[in-house]
């Protein structure tokens, strides 16, 4: 796994900016080599942050929407539509104003879907389906994602991998439903630490000074069972996408100077 490489921007703004137009280069970049790309976007106000300052940007013309696949770490186990799942948040922010490929789009499954409220069952689908995108390349049962997203939280939780909870210990699955999570809703699906590793680039945000601890914690060493964005490591990239706050507990010795 790679090393963390840390990019510390001034605000959240200009790091929601700066994130967006790197990705659309990762995205143009793999596209022009493999004729397609791979993404994971992530939730929460840092992740659809990024979505809404990708949607502004003029730049997102040079990527070809149509050959974008787009997965996702974790999701909240509430009916289609519900405005608190990840899908439908990423869908006001960006998916509505691109034309994406509608086959291309995998969402993790809502509780009124095939699966009903079984969210085992549900996590064993996408865990499937997943399966099914990975080629003899990605040597593994996930497809190597070009960039995958993650928002930080406070508790050093990723995608919804808590603290000590059963989730994080997975070592064999790539998919898991979640019950009990500390953090509304209870009920949730994600993609297990060693499906997060299959990416090629992992990229960690985190904003705001209630991250601080969290990224301080996450970056000193500490175990993935008790700080679950410690564990979040890219194949050939660990990047994580920090403001002036969220950094603000971190010793200047971890991030160069020139960061914007």
Same mark, same amino acid.
């Given at each position: +796994?790679?090393?963390?490489? !840390?990019?510390?921007?001034?605000?959240?703004?200009?790091?929601?900016?700066?994130?967006?137009?790197?990705?659309?280069?990762?995205?143009?970049?793999?596209?022009?080599? =493999?004729?397609?790309?791979?993404?994971?976007?992530?939730?929460?106000?840092?992740?659809?942050?990024?979505? &809404?300052?990708?949607?502004?940007? @003029?730049? =997102?013309?040079?990527?070809?929407?149509? =050959?974008?696949?787009? #997965? #996702?770490?974790?999701?909240?186990?509430?009916?289609?539509?519900?405005?608190? *799942?990840? %899908?439908?948040?990423?869908?006001?922010?960006?998916?509505?104003?691109?034309?994406?490929? @509608?086959? *291309?789009?995998?969402?993790?499954?809502?509780?009124?879907? /095939?699966?009903?409220?079984?969210?085992?069952?549900?996590?064993?689908?996408?865990?499937?389906?997943?399966?099914?995108?990975?080629?003899?390349?990605?040597?593994?049962?996930?497809?190597?994602?070009? %960039?995958? +997203?993650?928002?930080?939280? @406070?508790?050093?939780?990723?995608?919804? !991998?808590?603290?000590?909870?059963?989730? %994080?210990?997975?070592?064999?699955?790539? %998919?898991?439903?979640? =019950?009990?999570?500390?953090?509304? /809703?209870?009920?949730?699906?994600? !993609?297990?630490?060693?499906?997060?590793?299959?990416?090629?680039?992992? #990229?960690?945000?985190? &904003?705001?000074?209630?991250?601080? *601890?969290?990224?301080?914690?996450?970056?000193?060493?500490?175990?993935?069972?008790?700080?679950?964005?410690?564990?979040?490591?890219?194949?050939?990239?660990?990047? #994580? !996408?920090?403001?002036?706050?969220?950094?603000?507990?971190?010793?200047?010795?971890?991030?160069?100077?020139?960061?914007?």
């Amino acid at each position: +796994m790679s090393t963390p490489q !840390l990019v510390v921007h001034r605000d959240k703004e200009l790091m929601a900016q700066a994130a967006a137009a790197r990705l659309i280069t990762r995205i143009v970049d793999a596209q022009a080599s =493999r004729g397609h790309a791979s993404v994971v976007p992530t939730g929460g106000r840092n992740g659809n942050g990024l979505l &809404a300052a990708l949607a502004a940007e @003029p730049a =997102r013309d040079a990527v070809d929407w149509g =050959r974008l696949d787009l #997965w #996702w770490g974790d999701e909240r186990f509430l009916p289609e539509g519900d405005p608190e *799942r990840n %899908v439908t948040q990423a869908r006001e922010a960006l998916l509505d104003a691109v034309p994406l490929d @509608p086959k *291309r789009v995998h969402a993790m499954p809502a509780s009124d879907g /095939p699966h009903g409220t079984d969210v085992e069952a549900a996590a064993e689908s996408y865990a499937e389906e997943l399966a099914r995108a990975a080629g003899p390349e990605n040597h593994g049962a996930v497809p190597t994602f070009d %960039v995958l +997203m993650l928002g930080v939280g @406070p508790d050093t939780h990723v995608a919804s !991998l808590f603290p000590e909870l059963p989730a %994080v210990r997975e070592t064999e699955r790539t %998919v898991v439903g979640v =019950r009990g999570a500390p953090k509304p /809703p209870p009920t949730r699906v994600t !993609l297990t630490l060693p499906a997060i590793r299959a990416a090629r680039e992992v #990229w960690l945000l985190a &904003a705001g000074e209630d991250k601080a *601890r969290a990224a301080a914690i996450a970056l000193s060493g500490a175990g993935e069972i008790q700080a679950p964005a410690a564990g979040a490591r890219g194949r050939a990239r660990t990047l #994580w !996408l920090l403001d002036t706050a969220a950094a603000s507990q971190l010793p200047r010795s971890l991030y160069p100077p020139a960061s914007p």
